[in-house]
């Protein structure tokens, strides 16, 4: 059925293209350490909202133009005619970098000569590279939703499966715990629980676990009931009854018998549900109270757009964040809709 599934999946250009392009993105994102030419906080205070610089082949090798700043208070940089910086790739680095946290980083993809420096999408207000934080950026971005989804579901399945599976008390009391948690405006709470909790947490490590829990504690319930319905319609299959006849545990049941029928729902109900929680972190480092400083996610890097500078000196590289999330969002949106075609035809859109 998996193998399946994802042959179906590739077989569109839609299915394969969004399946391509989000591996491309967590693969970059996974790579940052490598493919980034500078770290996370590495400053320019003498750059300032650098434009995008422009490639040129020159000397049978890849070069990047130099600019000066012929007007500091408004940041106008203008090409210095004929000198350019050659690129240079995998170059050694002294930074202690780990690729997944764990495997040592010693390399970069490319880089240029000091003291020149190379912005493929700019710089920010404090003269960092957006290309570089837009790349780790990502790894809190997209590692977000992934983790988020996968507690969630371990939720869902362990209460609204338990419950479809014995029904009665253990039913009613989860029924009613998720009942009341969907009455909750999720924003709010997620503002809420973040602002009461924000004296606690101050290092950006602590308040990424934070926000991906808060996150899953906050979408858990309306899996549950969905597993519990589906669980519901399993209960009284003949191959349940043959297991529970074998002495085999309810646990055992859920997981071996159970899930596994569940399986293709699951698959589309966790692609269509990672937006959501991408779009939560995004908000809330938006408004400030998620990922804070020096670290990076597509949010907080989207909030440093606000200045009025920004809009009124076009500034325009300081949005791929936020195109940055779109895409994301559009792409995780046409995987869902075609998997869930996959699954039910009869969901399928027909012209």
Not at 70 to 99: C, H, L, M, W
Not at 174 to 201: H, V
């Amino acid at each position: 059925m998996k193998n399946n599934l994802f042959r179906q999946l590739v077989a569109t250009p839609a299915g394969a293209g969004a399946f391509l392009l989000l591996a491309a993105l967590y693969f970059a994102a996974a790579l940052a350490p490598f493919l980034a030419p500078y770290s996370v906080s590495e400053q320019d205070l003498t750059r300032t909202y650098h434009p995008p610089c422009r490639l040129l082949w020159k000397d049978g090798r890849v070069h990047v133009q130099l600019y000066w700043n012929k007007d500091r208070t408004a940041s106008a940089y203008e090409p210095v005619a004929g000198q350019t910086a050659p690129v240079a790739f995998f170059v050694p680095t002294q930074k202690n970098e780990k690729i997944l946290g764990f495997i040592p980083c010693a390399w970069r993809f490319f880089s240029v000569e000091h003291p020149a420096r190379i912005y493929l999408l700019g710089s920010d207000s404090t003269g960092r590279d957006v290309f570089s934080r837009l790349l780790y950026g990502a790894q809190i971005s997209l590692s977000i939703g992934l983790i988020g989804i996968c507690i969630t579901f371990f939720l869902g399945i362990c209460v609204g499966g338990l419950a479809g599976y014995f029904g009665g008390i253990f039913d009613h009391a989860a029924m009613r715990l998720t009942e009341w948690l969907m009455a909750i405006p999720g924003l709010y709470l997620l503002l809420s629980l973040r602002s009461a909790l924000s004296s606690k947490f101050s290092d950006s490590g602590q308040i990424y676990i934070m926000i991906v829990l808060i996150l899953s504690l906050l979408g858990w319930a309306g899996t549950a009931r969905v597993i519990r319905g589906l669980t519901l319609s399993l209960r009284n299959r003949t191959f349940v009854q043959a297991s529970e006849a074998l002495g085999q545990t309810p646990w055992r049941i859920l997981w071996l018998h159970l899930l596994p029928n569940l399986f293709s729902y699951l698959v589309v109900s966790a692609t269509l549900s990672i937006p959501g929680y991408i779009l939560g972190e995004a908000a809330l480092s938006f408004l400030g109270i998620g990922i804070q400083e020096p670290s990076s996610s597509w949010g907080l890097m989207l909030s440093q757009a606000q200045e009025m500078k920004v809009f009124m000196l076009n500034f325009w590289w300081l949005l791929t964040p936020g195109a940055a999330i779109v895409t994301t969002v559009i792409l995780f949106n046409i995987l869902g809709d075609r998997l869930r075609d996959i699954v039910d035809p009869k969901f399928r859109m027909t012209p």
